[in-house]
Antibody
Framework: EVQLVESGGGLVQPGGSLRLSCAAS????????MNWVRQAPGKGLEWVANIKQDGSEKYYVDFVKGRFTISRDNAKKSLFLQMNSLRVEDTAIYYC?????????????WGQGTLVTVSS | QSVLTQPPSASGTPGQRVTISCSGSTSNIGSNFVYWYQQLPGTAPKLLIYRNNQRPSGVPDRFSGSKSGTSASLAISGLRSEDDGDYYC???????????FGTGTKVTVL
């Protein structure tokens, strides 16, 4: 059974930084693209970033480019999201989610999410 | 960023059939697989349909997906009270190089 457990969320001031982690189990982590997806309170789903199996390709939504960095450690079956220069509008639940064998495949399995609150 | 457009709401009585549309463009739905997700109140999203019309194991056959050109649709037949929630379509977009989610449809079982 696929399990994705996010951690690292919390309250941070505007301009601050946070590093989210996702521990994966139950599947061959190194065989799949991985994603971060977020959901602001009361709003819809918003894809944030994804990363190729070996980390050689990464894609980001426009409004996080230059501020967020996605990375992975296949040996530790872990996915990360380094978030810098955080803004109030980055407040959301952040979900770790599996992708497919290629970039055009969709998001399959989801974690339970970790809440990031950006507020002064 | 591009968006996939869904109706904001849909409703039906138990046993009825409800259909949700998802409108995109040639760079997303027209070129790539469509996925559908169900999000029940207070829970994480769950994959409902993958690769346009495939159901993961455990998803009832009351849920079905289809795609034609730059549009897709999700049908829920035999509507049940536990289907009450939000539904999102999604597809990779070759132009923006990003994964797009639909605007979401709230399904209400009357």
């Amino acid at each position: 059974e696929v399990q994705l457990v996010e951690s690292g969320g919390g309250l941070v001031q505007p301009g601050g930084s946070l590093r989210l982690s996702c521990a994966a189990s139950g599947f061959t982590f190194s065989g799949y693209w991985m994603n971060w997806v977020r959901q602001a309170p009361g709003k819809g789903l918003e894809w944030v970033a994804n990363i190729k199996q070996d980390g050689s390709e990464k894609y980001y939504v426009d409004f996080v480019k230059g501020r967020f960095t996605i990375s992975r450690d296949n040996a530790k079956k872990s996915l990360f999201l380094q978030m810098n220069s955080l803004r109030v509008e980055d407040t959301a639940i952040y979900y770790c989610a599996t992708g497919g064998p290629s970039v055009a495949f969709g998001v399959d399995d989801w974690g339970q999410g970790t809440l990031v609150t950006v507020s002064s | 960023q591009s968006v996939l457009t869904q109706p904001p709401s849909a409703s039906g009585t138990p046993g009825q059939r409800v259909t949700i549309s998802c409108s995109g463009s040639t760079s997303n739905i027209g070129s790539n697989f469509v996925y559908w997700y169900q999000q029940l109140p207070g829970t994480a999203p769950k994959l409902l349909i993958y690769r346009n019309n495939q159901r993961p194991s455990g998803v009832p056959d009351r849920f079905s997906g289809s795609k034609s050109g730059t549009s897709a649709s999700l049908a829920i037949s035999g509507l049940r009270s536990e289907d009450d929630g939000d539904y999102y379509c999604a597809a990779w977009d070759d132009s923006v190089r990003g994964y797009l989610f639909g605007t979401g449809t709230k399904v209400t079982v009357l």
